[in-house]
Structure formats: structure tokens, C-alpha cells
């Protein structure tokens, strides 16, 4: 995932935190705490861990769970 989208898509699971990439790569979150990882893997590791609730209270999460879990096929489209 490129990290323009990554970041986007953070923000909006972790809204209480400042998510940014520096000109090193290396990722950061800061909120009551500071937090620097190498990769996002890292990083959303250390989110979930220092703010475990926080994306179950974002409007993605609500979205993302509003959905029907088997759309049907469109087979037209295929």
C-alpha cells in the first residue's frame, strides 16, 4: 500500500493521533504518547496496543462493519 493511502487510512482508524511519515521513512504517531516505527506493520502493532479502542470508535470502523459480509456477485460485471 503506497504510504499517502496508509496514512489516510490511519487517521481515519486512529483519530486522536498525529500520523506522519518523516523524510526518513520512519513512521510516527503521537498522542499521550510518542511512537516511532520503521514499517506500518510496526506501527499499527504499536497503535493498537497503546490505544486499543480507538478505531472501533471511528466512522471507518463503523462503515467498514455496516457491511453485508457477502455481497452478491454481479456476474454482468465479470
Known amino acids: 500500500m503506497r504510504d499517502d ?4 487510512f ?3 482508524l486512529f483519530p486522536g493521533w498525529d500520523i506522519t511519515i518523516d523524510r526518513h521513512l520512519l513512521r510516527r504517531a503521537t498522542g499521550r504518547i510518542l511512537i516511532s516505527a520503521p514499517s506500518a ?3 499499527i502493532d504499536c497503535l493498537a496496543v497503546a490505544d ?3 478505531w ?3 466512522p471507518a470502523w463503523h462503515f467498514l ?3 453485508p459480509d457477502e455481497a452478491p456477485i454481479n456476474s ?3
Request: charged share 25%; glycine share 4%.
Open 56 to 58: 472501533t470508535e471511528s
Open 76 to 78: 454482468a460485471a465479470c
Open 65 to 67: 462493519t455496516s457491511l
Open 10 to 12: 490511519l487517521r481515519e
Open 5 to 8: 493511502i496508509l496514512l489516510l
Open 41 to 43: 506493520e510496526e506501527l
Open 52 to 54: 486499543p479502542g480507538a
